[in-house]
Structures are given as structure tokens and as C-alpha cells.
Antibody, heavy 123, light 108 residues
């Protein structure tokens, strides 16, 4: 089955760290750029970060630059998001998404989505 | 950053009616790099359209997209019960991907 499954979300205090994972199956993982998109409860969608097939091209939304790090392991068909110095405004569902191409971390629409994992930043 | 503004915020229609959703960009989007998504409560978004007017795999032909430059439209020719949902546009022609704020299509 073609799917993306996120894990690693939870409740964390401001300033702390969390690492999200996304396990891919059913498609050629290293044939696609991959992305993280988030959605605060009851709000709209926000692209967070993207990574090309070979990790050579990476991009971030301005609000997470210097705090979040995206990475992938093509041998494990997995995508990751290391989130440091978390803020209250980072509270959201985080979706893993398959990019439409393989080379760009930003010029992409999203062809397959996971169900998301909830990150709650609260003291 | 390209800002996308969707209108109306909410569209109240009956099954069988035509829905017309608008997405306006703050600057011209190159090469029709605009996509549309449908999202239902508690679910992930689903890709409907890409490159402004191309339907994604499995999307029924009652969905169509049009537009260029700064003005884009998603049309649902005859609303089915399963079409009542949130709809988002997304541009991928700028330096960063951005989404519109969404249009809710609700049952009148």
C-alpha cells in the first residue's frame, strides 16, 4: 500500500526539542523530494520544509530557519524533522508529504500525504 | 513570498449546484504553478488539481481548474455530498511554497 506514516509528536515544553519521523512505503522513496507541512488546529496549511531526493537541496519557511532540520535516510525510506527551540506557535499537526518532483525542495506540489502527527508546545 | 487570497471564505450551496472558488496571488505565478487541495475534517489534504488545470489521478471530471498570472479558479460543476469540505490553493512557482487561507464549501 502506498502510504506515509508520521510519528514522534507529543506534548513538549517551550524551548525543548522533538524529532518527527515519517515512514514511506509502496513507492520509490528516493524518486521524490519530500516535505513537511503543518496545520495549527482549526487553521490553514503552512509548508515547513522540503528536501530533494539526494538531500542536496533543502529549504525552510523563514519562521523555522535555524531551529528545524530536515533529513532523510533513503536506505530506510524515512524522512525526519528535528525541531529545536520549540515555540508555542509551532503547535500544529505535522504532515509528511510526497513532492511532485525529485530535485527541488520548494518548487513542488504534494501528491501523497500522511495522516499527520500532533505537536503541542505548552508549559 | 507570494501571498494567496482565497474567496469567498465560506460558500453555502446545495447538492447539484455549481461551486466557483477563487484564488488570487499577490504577484504573477510563473508557468501556471498552482495546485488545489480538498480537506475533510480529521483527514489529510488530497490533491485535486496541479499546474492550474490538470486533474490529479482519480479526481472526477466535475472538478476543473483554470486561470493564469494572478487569478485562478476551481470549479465544481455539480456538487456531490462528498464535495462539502475545505479547499486550499497552493503556489509552487515562487522561492517558497505558500497556501491560501482556504474556502469552506458547506451545505446550504
Amino acid at each position: 500500500e502506498v502510504q506515509l506514516v508520521e510519528s514522534g509528536g507529543g506534548l513538549v515544553q517551550p524551548g525543548r526539542s522533538l524529532r518527527l519521523s515519517c515512514a514511506a512505503s509502496g513507492f520509490v522513496f528516493d524518486g521524490h523530494a519530500m516535505h513537511w507541512v503543518r496545520q495549527a488546529p482549526g487553521r490553514g496549511l503552512e509548508w515547513v520544509s522540503g528536501i530533494s531526493w539526494n538531500s542536496g537541496n533543502i529549504g525552510y519557511v523563514d519562521s523555522v530557519k535555524g531551529r528545524f532540520t530536515i533529513s532523510r535516510d533513503n536506505t530506510k525510506d524515512s524522512l525526519y524533522l528535528q525541531m529545536n527551540s520549540l515555540r508555542l506557535e509551532d503547535t500544529a499537526f505535522y504532515f509528511c508529504a510526497q513532492g511532485s518532483g525529485y530535485a527541488s525542495a520548494s518548487y513542488s506540489y504534494f501528491t501523497l500525504w500522511g495522516r499527520g502527527t500532533l505537536v503541542t508546545v505548552s508549559s | 513570498e507570494i501571498v494567496l487570497t482565497q474567496s469567498p471564505g465560506t460558500l453555502s450551496l446545495s447538492p447539484g449546484e455549481r461551486a466557483t472558488l477563487s484564488c488570487r496571488a499577490s504577484q504573477s505565478i510563473s508557468s501556471y504553478y498552482l495546485a488545489w487541495y480538498q480537506q475533510k475534517p480529521g483527514q489529510a489534504p488530497r490533491l485535486l488539481m496541479y499546474d492550474a488545470s490538470s486533474r490529479a489521478t482519480g479526481i472526477p471530471d466535475r472538478f476543473s481548474g483554470s486561470g493564469s498570472g494572478t487569478d485562478f479558479t476551481l470549479t465544481v460543476s455539480r456538487l456531490e455530498p462528498e464535495d462539502f469540505a475545505m479547499y486550499y490553493c497552493q503556489q509552487y512557482g515562487g522561492s517558497q511554497v505558500t497556501f491560501g487561507g482556504g474556502t469552506r464549501v458547506e451545505i446550504k
